[in-house]
């Protein structure tokens, strides 16, 4: 029976250019689908990727990533902001490893791109007033 799973890959600088998610497909015959991929100002590789495939190629395939070096995390949960919450502290800006919240700077506000967002959990535990909000 088939599975899909949402995960996230954090790929190391050296792997960014490693044909690592190519393998998912040939050698574990999973379908992937990218939903997000972009280069963090750490120069590492965030990949959120939907995997579908049989529960046993889907472990193996995950098992496989885990062996070349990237940071693998399921992603079960989706995090939002309560606006009317958030006072524009900023403390969130630096903990963020995406980049889905910085500062805007026309309006000195921090802003939230939840496209960017890998649901990491890390601004939900450090906000103040709990304007993060994630379903975990
Ligand atoms: S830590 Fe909370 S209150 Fe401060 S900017 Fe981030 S979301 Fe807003
Ligand atoms: S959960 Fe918060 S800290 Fe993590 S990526 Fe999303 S916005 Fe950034």
Redesign the pocket.
Known sequence: MKTSKKIVLKLPHGLVNQPVVYKLAKDYRLEFNILKAYITPKEEGLLILEITGNKDDCDKGIEYLITCGVDVQLVSHE?KRIEEKCTHCGL?VG????G??YVNIKSRKVD?IGE?????????KACPVQA?E?NF
């Not at 960017?116 to 939900?124: D, E, F, L, R, S």
């Open positions: 995090i969130c903990l963020c490893p995406t889905a919240l939230f960017k967002c890998t649901a990491c959990g890390m601004c939900v993060m994630g």
